[in-house]
Nanobody, 133 residues
Framework: QVNLVPSGGGSVQAGGSLRLACEVV????????VGWYRQAPGKGREGVAC????????????SVADSLKGRFTISQDKANNTLYLQMNSLQPEDSGMYYC??????????????????????WGQGTQVTVSS
């Protein structure tokens, strides 16, 4: 059974930082992509970041939504099938529920998850991020 286990959400003051983690448990395929999308109350999905896990490369292809570049960084611990989202300089508009989700490697590397975040396949519950002024 495959599970995505997100963690690291919480409440911070504006300008603060959080690091989210997503542990991929029980994955069978060696080549896949995982990322995050977020959703604020009353808002639609917004693709945040994505990374693919390519066993033939040291690091997977990583990307962050254009609007979040410079503040958000995605990284991976490939040996433990865990990816991280470092979020710096957080602002109240970053508040929302952050979901860890699967995507196809092509959907990640070619940016489809930002054009249409609905193609993310969420697994389990998200983790809440709250940024206060």
């Amino acid at each position: 059974q495959v599970n995505l286990v997100p963690s690291g959400g919480g409440s911070v003051q504006a300008g603060g930082s959080l690091r989210l983690a997503c542990e991929v448990v029980g994955i069978t395929y060696s080549y896949y992509a995982v990322g995050w999308y977020r959703q604020a109350p009353g808002k639609g999905r917004e693709g945040v970041a994505c990374i693919d896990f390519n066993p033939e490369s040291i690091d997977g292809s990583m990307s962050v939504a254009d609007s979040l570049k410079g503040r958000f960084t995605i990284s991976q611990d490939k040996a433990n099938n865990t990816l991280y989202l470092q979020m710096n300089s957080l602002q109240p508009e970053d508040s929302g529920m952050y979901y860890c989700a699967f995507a196809r490697p092509r959907e990640c590397s070619e940016g489809y998850v930002y054009k249409d975040p609905s193609i993310f396949r969420p697994w389990g519950q998200g983790t809440q991020v709250t940024v206060s002024s």
